[in-house]
DNA sequence: AATAGTATTGATCAAGCGCTTAATAAGGCG
DNA sequence: CGCCTTATTAAGCGCTTGATCAATACTATT
């Protein structure tokens, strides 16, 4: 409607009008916003928008990231960065825990780092793009995580039902089923997520004839 | 590269270089073309890469559709329509049938709809944009489909045991994520899609106690 | 307070977008 | 065959997009 020019409209989120900043920070800046802009509005959202959410011109922007592209790329680092903690292959296939513990612990924990809209719609987005980090995420993943997390239920499984890699895919993805439809469908959320993630560890460990204690 | 002008590579997909269809058929034509094309784009493709898939200039797409929003609303239509056969309710409360009978049927035929990559991602596409169909069919789904399930479950369930309806949105979830590596993450397929899928309404039925004859 | 370095701006470009319109030609009908 | 309807085209308008770059003005330093 007004758009005479790309000038800020005085200041960013806030109130403070800074000017200035030093380059690590504004770039932190742009990225942290760019996380929040795509995520909502998808990969293809526009710089000028971005840069008015910034309180700061389109221009300054690609003084930054050379190319949109770019900027992107640094997003998904931001996004995908901490997101699997080094030390749960470790947790998980510690035997000194019961099972059952291990798996709502690492859930718990996992789910309250995706269960996020940011993260959610970024991955998805991501994902439709083709984007190869995607698919080195979900290997590793499924590598690091899935993999020993089928070894532990094999482990304590009663011998006449073996687990497969596709019954803890499937565990896997009926708990982030949950996030999804809560951030990328918009449904709301369930009223207890945990103890529906518990329940959900509950029937894969009980169809393996995996004691549970209450 | 070559892009002087709008007009058509001579033909579409095909050697046949026909022209002038009727109104009718050109038009299906053009829904068809754009559900391919978006699925594997996005909704944000361009109109005059849909027409030169199709062999025909930019400009005839809006002779079919005042706006692009039309013609996405149109690959809505076609993409939705029939894909949960109105006779489902009634086949799944069939209590003539073993439960589990009844759920293997019913995600068999569902799967065979759904894992298909044009739907997959036209609804993952139209979910992210916020596509108020979208919301539409998961309630519907839900009501028509997971509240009767869950009746069924109910019934056969042993007492001690009461199934809640994030069961069944678990079990779905979990079901419907293999659909979701493959198609949209570009995970490779699982080598018995019906076989997991088995498993997976398996260890549903077995948490609630429901003898399973093999 | 003057200066230098540089973060930021403002103006602009070329390409690409959805969409419009007048001209064109395909093809059924007499 | 020649006409007439209309499906289709060709050209282009107005706007938005990512990206460029010289000019500007903030801030640290002396």
Redesign the pocket.
Known sequence: MD?Q????ALDGEDGTA??????AE?RQQIVDEAVRFFAEVGL??????L?RRL??????I??????????IEAVYEKVYIGRLAPDWPERLTDRSVPLRERLIAFYTEYSSLIFEREWMRIFMFSGLAGASLNQRYLEHLGNVILLPLLAETEAVASSDKSPKMEDVWNLHGGIVYIGIRQHIYRMPEPAKPQEEIARAIDRFLHYFGIEIEH
């Open positions: 758009g020019t790309d000038s800020p800074r000017k200035r900043l030093p380059p504004r293809e959202g526009n710089t000028r928008e840069a309180g700061v011109t389109q221009s300054l690609f003084n930054y990231f050379a190319t949109k592209e770019e900027l």
